[in-house]
């Protein structure tokens, strides 16, 4: 079933009720069979602890049923919101609009913020670690200087070497801390790394600095080999939260160049506020928080519980404010590697003054205009994404409005409302478009008053005609003696031609054949009228010419000057066995004479003078002269045929006439038939001559053949 709501809005699918998506559709018996059986299946399990294969089986197929009729009415909601969602144009114009100029825009501008934020990523993450890389390198150098010099000492006074070594140091890095670690090595091999053993000596390292991060290693690991080490720990402190504080510290360890070391350097270099401001300095990105990735290999080492930690108070704010990034850090008890969460921040604008900086004066203003140039570039491409988005948008709204208008004003149409007009809101194709619409309804509206206008014309047509063929006589004449049968076939609903019988005693029949001029109402109303005059005055005159004169006076008097009327009046007397007529400028009488007839000839045109009535030339001196009667005997098989100009002048595609000659041999051909059959012959003859051509005249005959006369009288 489908319907409207209201005008414009789109074709409503109404929805299935539950009960019947349920249980008439097979998804929906699908989804309730499948859904019962996993209950049974439930039940059983819960009361029995664990359920047959075959259940199981039974239970996954029931499972996948109910899942294909989900996805089954699932597809049929997304269809049915889509048709809803895209059935107005304008809906469609605008999301063509955003899929095809905006989202393209958007994910451009996507990837470049991407590309851009990839880049300072990996760029902070690069600088970051080549800082430390940088720091693990210097923590080695100074381990190995230390060790050179306390090696060139000899081993005395490694407090008094350490302790100037570390406050060098501690120029540079605040909080550097030094220590001398007793730790036997057999170098001589050339294996990276030597089983471990233990200590040779149990003396106390030496140390220098504060070590407020860690406690001091009493031992080196055996994992440290004799090239020694440099690199990233972890520490951690713990927070009053009582959770953990992770903080960097780059160690440096190195062994004396000798085959057979007792000691090592280690040299600790704080990764504190003072590198970070150092590095922001140099690089502008800032080092802001650390979190250890926990491991079972690699775990941060536990700081003391009276450290107190430097706070970090992050400076760097903005989207570029959180970059996280990976770094591989040593458990210096197991020499695993371990990963932290290094969270640093971007300053853009700093980044970009350290790198111009280097290229003087002229390079950096240079490079300053390009950046100035390509935020002015990123600003117009905002905007004009922004105009075409309205623009766009004003745009479809122009031409849906449009497309709404006429679509309501055809609904409008349908419902047969015609006067209903469209808004012309532009000057444009879609306006002129409006303004055609407008017109069109005009000129629908105008033509449904002529077609009503039409139909109540042809009503009173049909009326006029059921009136005009109630004038002609009703059935076939019954008249001993006589065979008679008429046809009248008006060319529009009601035409001018008549004919009538007029019983004028038992033995006595008057004929009357009549052609008003030209067609339509006006020849009907004629005929109308000539019809009570001629049986008025068959009741007073027994001669068709008297009859005939009498009529041209009266008629004479009333016709139009551009109108006249036609007629053939016929007495048949069948006692005297005569037939007496008179025409008044109507179409000539065809004449048959019976088989019996001893001067039996062809069939004969019968035209007695006369001129036609209703012409005001005189007072009818001329009609009387000029009118002739004739009387003609009666004998069995005669046969008379009135005919109206509509028979003889039927005209083919050709223009060619049907002829009186062709008619008077089409009826001697078949004069034998009864009066009713050869009707139907000469209309079939007539038909067929014609063709596709318009019937252009009204069409009426009569044919009248004579019986027994003698026998008929008696």
Partial sequence: MRGRDRIGSPPLQFPWGLRTALLHTLPGRGIVVGVAIKLVVAAIRALAGTVPAFLSVIETVAGLAVAAGL???????????????????????????????????????????????????????????????????????????????????????????????QAAIAAQF???????????????????????????????????????????????????????????????????????????????????????????????????????????????????????????????????????P???????????????????????????????????????????????????????????????????????????????????????????????????????????????????????????????????TASIEDLLRQAAEKKRLEEELRIAHEIQMSLLPQGPLHMPGLSVTALCVPAREVGGDYYDFLPLDDHRLGVLIADVSGKGTSAALYMAELKGLVLSLSEIHSSPRDLLVTANRIIAKHLDARSFITMTYAVIDLRARTMTYARAGHTPLIYVPGAGASNRTHARILAPDGLVLGLKIDSGEMFERLLQEESIPLRSGDLYLFFTDGISEAMNEQDDCFGESRLGQLVESHSHLPSDELRERVLREINAFVGDAPQHDDMTMILLKVDEVNEAVA
Avoid at 113 to 122: A, D, E, Q, T, V
Avoid at 241 to 263: C, E, K, N, Q
Avoid at 278 to 303: D, F, Y
Wanted: net charge positive; aromatic share 8%; hydrophobic share 45%.
């Fill in 310 to 440: 430097s706070v970090w108070s992050p400076s760097t704010t903005g989207v570029l404010s959180s970059l996280p990034s990976l770094m591989e850090f040593r458990d210096w008890a197991t020499g695993a590697p371990g990963t932290l969460t290094v969270t640093s921040g971007l300053n853009v604008s700093e980044l970009y003054d350290r790198i111009s900086a280097a290229e003087g004066r002229v390079g950096r203003n240079f490079g300053q205009g390009l950046l100035l140039v390509l935020f002015v570039i990123g600003a117009l491409f905002l905007i004009i994404e922004f105009i075409a988005l309205v623009a766009g948008l004003a745009l479809a709204k122009s031409i849906t409005g449009s497309v709404h208008q006429l679509f309501t004003g055809t609904e409008r149409v349908r419902q047969g409302d015609f006067t209903h007009k469209i808004a012309i809101a532009s000057d444009d194709q879609l306006g002129e478009l409006s303004v055609s619409f407008n017109s069109m």
């Fill in 174 to 308: 605040a909080d550097a801390s030094i220590a001398v670690v007793p730790a036997e090595r057999d170098c001589r091999a050339a294996q990276a790394v030597t089983p471990p053993r233990p200590p040779a000596s149990s003396a106390a390292p030496v140390t220098a600095g504060p070590w407020r991060h860690v406690t001091a290693p009493s031992v080196i690991p055996s994992w440290v080999s004799c090239s020694g080490f440099w690199g990233v720990l972890a520490y951690t402190h713990p927070r009053s939260d009582a959770s953990d504080d992770t903080h960097l510290v780059v160690r440096g360890v190195v062994f004396p160049d000798v085959a057979r070391p007792s000691y090592a350097v280690v040299v600790d270099l704080m990764v504190n506020d003072g590198v970070r401001q150092q590095l922001r300095r140099e690089t502008g990105v800032e080092l802001k928080t650390v979190a250890a990735v926990e491991s079972e290999e690699a775990r941060p080492m536990a700081g003391r519980a009276d450290d107190d």
């Fill in 71 to 165: 996805v089954y009415f699932l597809f049929r909601l997304l269809v049915l919101a889509k048709r809803r969602l895209l059935w107005r144009v304008r809906r469609k114009l605008i999301l063509s609009y955003i899929f095809v100029g905006f989202v393209p825009a958007i994910l451009l501008a996507a990837f470049a913020l991407l590309c851009g934020f990839l880049l300072f990523y990996n760029l902070s993450s690069y600088l970051v670690q080549s800082r430390l890389r940088a720091m693990s390198d210097q923590a080695r150098f100074f381990a190995q200087t230390t060790a050179l010099e306390i090696q060139r000492s000899g081993g005395q006074d490694a407090a008094a070497v350490i302790a100037r070594r």
